[in-house]
């Protein structure tokens, strides 16, 4: 017998600390699907829906997709932005009474509403399906997973990689864990322990200790009882009532008990190794030093690492820039800043003539607006498809894009806030990356999956900006204290 399985994808990480309200449009300018184009652009990518959708084909489901919605990071997702997405996956539910419930959730999502975006969600398609048919869901490794997402899940599946090149081999995880379960050879249960721990994001890096030992020994623990052991690192930029490292097994029911005390372990674990999530990063006078003395053939890679908008940064940071500026760095790319307005001044002036303009700076979180004259060197549309390891496949948008040059050095100036972490960012602009001498990104660690092998060496930089790692930059209300790194003796 064929089952029904309803698919649907509604995700976002929201960092409490941006006052930038996520709305619908900025689900339309990133990526947003419903109905048949989920399959049509999703399908074969290494996205967790394309993970869904390898299964499925293999387990000859009726699937039913609904939506796939993913917005840049940034504020609060807004109510009506919430509800209508939502609105989406329970009309799904209405009309073809599923066997199962597939959804892809960030995990740290915040809505105007309610702090725990993702427990309401589940919560309401819990309520929609009633207790007997599954609901599972793949989050991503910065989910700060709270005990009502356990309660109202059967199944909760993270990525076990940072960057996140696992997305689609977790989708497929769960899609088994569910193919199980409707054949009647898994009862599943969710289990989650938590740490006292709020690492930064560059800390979380699962190359890197303590992550990389805490996600092998959670793999240790997984057999066909147990599907799936997740470490979450949490998203520290999120000041909630559930923000912080968890660890989460999913287990047969007979094993549950059991899978609960792995995860205790690890989460203790965790907790007694927390002098290992602390690091050390390049101050922008000393990255601007590097960069004019680099003389390698390979370049040089400074990550701005504060300004991501893939953690909710605005993208318009200058800081990194007018240091490389006032240091006289030449033959550098610089992606990107994220300033419509220069982007319109591009356009009327046209490609090859000079531009003056006032960039970036707009949100003061990362520098002032920086006063710039330079070439327009190409103008396009800003849209590239991923060919690197993460997200590979996956079409993305920085939306309209001008590539300004200014003393040598390439500004991409942007339209839509959009994380460059993949090489096409700067190919699908002209730019040979590997080619430079020097390669300004805002990104905070994504970026080394596709740029580890084109650079000589990459510092990461400790500029302003919603996600430094310095987290007494900011003031939590809600995170549960005392926590490490923010209380001392902790
Ligand atoms: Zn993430």
Not at 233 to 257: M, P
Not at 405 to 427: G, K, M, N, T
Request: hydrophobic share 40%; proline share 6%; charged share 25%.
């Amino acid at each position: 017998m064929s089952h029904t399985v309803l698919l649907g994808q509604i995700e976002h990480e929201t960092n409490t600390f941006s006052s930038l309200p996520t709305g619908m449009t900025a689900f339309a300018d990133a990526s947003l699907h419903y109905g048949d184009a989920v399959v049509e652009d999703l399908a074969g990518t290494n996205t967790a829906i394309g993970g869904f959708l390898r299964v499925a084909d293999e387990a000859d489901w009726d699937v039913v997709p609904t939506v796939a919605a993913d917005a840049t990071p940034g504020g609060r997702v807004t109510a009506d932005a919430r509800e209508t997405l939502l609105e989406a996956v329970l009309a799904g539910i209405e009309t073809t009474d599923p066997d199962g419930v597939l959804l892809a959730l960030h995990g740290a999502m915040v809505t105007e509403a309610a702090p725990d975006g993702d427990g309401y969600i589940l919560e309401r398609v819990r309520r929609a399906v009633g207790a007997d048919v599954p609901v599972m869901a793949s989050l991503d490794l910065h989910a700060n997973v709270s005990d009502r997402m356990i309660r109202h899940a059967d199944g909760l599946f993270g990525y076990d990689t940072y960057p996140h090149v696992d997305i689609g081999g977790t989708g497929e995880t769960a899609a088994r864990a569910m193919a199980a379960t409707l054949a009647g050879d898994l009862d599943p249960e969710v289990v989650g322990e938590r740490a006292p721990l709020l690492p930064p994001l560059p800390a979380l890096r699962t190359a890197e200790e303590p992550m990389r030992s805490l996600l092998v020994a959670a793999a240790d623990a997984e057999d066909e009882a147990v599907p799936d052991v997740s470490v979450f690192g949490g998203f520290a930029h999120a000041d909630v009532d559930h923000a912080g490292v968890s660890v989460v097994g999913v287990a047969d029911r007979s094993h549950a008990e059991d899978t609960r005390e792995t995860c205790r372990a690890l989460a203790d674990e965790a907790y007694e190794r927390r002098g290992t999530f602390d690091r050390d990063y390049t101050s922008v006078a000393a990255a601007a030093a590097e960069a004019a003395d680099w003389d390698a053939d390979d370049p040089l890679l400074l990550a701005d690492i504060s300004d991501n908008p893939g953690g909710g940064s605005a993208q318009d940071g200058t800081v990194l820039l007018a240091a490389l500026l006032e240091a006289g760095v030449e033959d550098a790319a610089v992606a990107t800043i994220y300033d419509p307005a220069a982007v319109d001044a591009a356009v009327a002036a046209g490609v090859g003539e000079e531009v003056s303009v006032s960039l970036g700076g707009r949100s003061g979180e990362n520098g002032d607006p920086l006063d710039v004259t330079g070439r327009v060197r190409l103008l396009s549309d800003g849209t590239y498809r991923n060919r690197g390891p993460m997200s590979t496949g996956l079409q993305v948008s920085f939306g309209r894009t001008a590539r300004i040059e200014v003393d040598w050095i390439d500004v991409l100036v942007c339209s839509h806030r959009q994380q460059p972490y993949d090489p096409e960012a700067f190919r699908s602009q002209g730019i040979t990356p590997e080619e430079a001498r020097i390669l300004v990104l805002k990104s905070t660690v994504h970026y080394r999956a596709g740029f580890d092998p084109l650079v000589g060496a990459i510092s990461e930089v400790a500029t302003p900006g919603l996600c430094r790692p310095d987290l007494s930059a900011f003031e939590y209300e809600h995170v549960p204290r005392p926590i490490y790194p923010l209380d001392d003796g902790v």
